[in-house]
């Protein structure tokens, strides 16, 4: 592993603190990874014993997480399956696209995370991808390269921070099924969704639909739409 690859790992994985009163500093990680990474004693100026335990777990942490991350890119490239599932991850590492962009992946992973934003080269990557799990973790929005994924017929997006519908997903004519339940979205144009030829079931559960767009989405024929019972919002009720 080159120090490129070595310092994008360091910046994609998440550290929480455990055990310890307080979560270890990215410095204080660095400075200990570069230890292990180049088996020189890095300068730190009479570290306290809280600091280098703080430092020990970052670098336990940070390290397994590296391995697993790897293992499983490793296992992939035989199953067809990247699982990246409860890896810490903030964003997928770049060695991950290198790693994986000879492989023909079927199915991609990414649940349990807290993924705030997925990279434009992952249409490129992964285009023969046929389902896709991206639940719960931190995205607002997907790039327009996912419509690369040219076979992706299943994308769980449920669990995340969507205020706005991905249409780009519709344009994806092998999409059979969307669950995007408990995000924030409001509105659903119920039209592009209808007009779609593949489109089989949405699920859009637990988000804070307005009423027309429920009463709306609630009338559509042709494809299975899982809808939450609607509310009325205090703000609606214009009877007190």
């Known amino acids: 592993m080159n120090y490129k690859t070595f310092q994008d790992f360091l910046g994609c994985l998440h550290v929480a603190a455990r055990e310890v009163n307080h979560q270890p500093s990215r410095d204080e990680i660095f400075e200990g990874l570069m230890m292990v ?24 942490m940070l390290g397994a997480g590296v391995v697993k991350v790897l293992h499983c890119c490793k296992d992939a490239k035989e199953s067809q399956t990247l699982d990246l599932n409860s890896c810490s991850l903030m964003q997928i590492p770049d060695a991950v696209f290198s790693l994986m962009k000879l492989s023909h992946i079927l199915h991609c992973n990414l649940s349990c995370n807290m993924i705030t934003k997925i990279s434009p080269r992952f249409g490129t990557c992964f285009s023969h991808i046929t389902t896709l799990n991206l639940s719960s973790n931190r995205l607002s929005s997907i790039p327009k390269e996912v419509i690369k994924c040219s076979q992706l017929q299943s994308v ?85």
């Open 37 to 60: 990474y180049s088996g020189e004693t890095p300068d730190m100026s009479t570290p306290t014993k809280d600091v280098a335990t703080r430092t020990a777990q970052g670098v336990k």
């Open 156 to 240: 769980d997006i449920s669990i995340n921070s969507f205020v706005v519908f991905p249409t780009i997903l519709l344009e994806i004519k092998s999409i059979t099924d969307i669950k995007a339940k408990n995000n924030f979205i409001a509105d659903v144009d119920d039209e592009a969704l209808e007009q779609h030829a593949n489109l089989e079931l949405v699920n859009l559960e637990e988000n804070p639909l307005d009423q027309p767009t429920h009463a709306r989405l609630s009338r559509v024929e042709g494809l299975r739409i899982v809808l939450t019972d609607r509310r009325v919002q205090e703000w609606e009720d214009l009877s007190c």
